[in-house]
């Protein structure tokens, strides 16, 4: 890759400038082959250093000794099989827990240096799975008029989550969120994409020709001889 810079850099800036570079570089390399992994208790103090750079954002994570509780409840959830987390090598970048017994989604952050890549999408895609999508998921998060709110707002509107009511957790006003059962985004009932297995093929087939008899009718004849050509032999 060559630049052009018309800018004469110090030396000292060019190396910070590298520096810079290499580590955007080695970012971006990291999320083309990240995945959604269990945390487990050896994780935890990996876990707790994102906890820390991120609890500014966090209600109810002010002191030393709320972190401290925190802990205890991560490891918890990790004992459960209920945490998740994204890594670069050793170091968590995004959590996730979840509650099962609840139907809802507990916590989701991620590391300020690895927001705007996907990871918050990717975590919560994964705990949706392991929900029940028959029942309604539940997470908090900040109010509309709050600026802390406009990303997570974002992220669950785009997972189909609706916005309800009004409260308040550790004293700071937030909101409940909804994702109502076997709703996806936009309001689009939920779907399973899987494999086709052999015993699919005559409800494919059918459905083949009806889009085909709608978009060149003058053809449906001769498709559908065809057709009956296959299913003899099926």
């Known amino acids: 890759i060559s630049f052009g810079v018309d800018t004469i850099y110090s030396r000292a800036g060019e190396r910070n400038c590298t520096f810079c570079f290499k580590a955007d570089m080695r970012r971006n390399s990291m999320i083309e082959?990240?995945?959604?992994?269990?945390?487990r208790p050896s994780d935890i103090n990996s876990w707790m250093r994102l906890v820390r750079k991120v609890s500014w954002n966090f209600p109810g994570l002010e002191t030393e000794?709320?972190?401290e509780e925190h802990k205890i409840i991560v490891l918890k959830f990790m004992n459960d099989q209920r945490a998740l987390c994204v890594k670069n090598e050793e170091d968590i970048v995004g959590v996730l827990l979840y509650s099962r017994k609840h139907n809802m989604i507990c916590c989701?952050?991620?590391d300020p240096a690895y927001r705007k890549k996907g990871i918050a999408s990717m975590l919560l895609s994964e705990a949706l799975d392991k929900l029940d999508?028959?029942?309604?998921?539940?997470?908090?998060?900040?109010?509309?008029?709050?600026?802390?709110?406009i990303a997570p707002r974002n992220?669950?509107?785009?997972?189909?989550?609706?916005?309800?009511?009004?409260?308040?957790e550790f004293g700071y006003p937030n909101q409940r969120f909804v994702l109502h059962a076997n709703i996806g985004a936009n309001?689009?009932?939920?779907?399973?994409?899987?494999?086709?297995k052999e015993e699919d093929l005559a409800e494919i087939l059918h459905l083949y020709l009806y889009l085909h008899e709608k978009s060149?009718?003058?053809?449906s004849e001769q498709l559908r001889s065809t057709w009956e050509s296959i299913m003899n032999v099926v």
Not at 33 to 39: Q, Y
Not at 187 to 196: A, G, L
């Open 33 to 39: 082959h990240i995945k959604v992994e269990l945390g």
């Open 65 to 67: 000794q709320s972190i």
């Open 108 to 110: 989701l952050a991620v």
């Open 133 to 149: 999508r028959d029942k309604d998921i539940t997470v908090s998060t900040f109010r509309k008029n709050d600026v802390k709110g």
């Open 155 to 168: 992220l669950y509107k785009k997972f189909g989550f609706e916005e309800d009511e009004l409260i308040e």
């Open 187 to 196: 309001n689009v009932p939920i779907v399973v994409v899987r494999e086709s």
């Open 216 to 219: 060149v009718p003058e053809e």
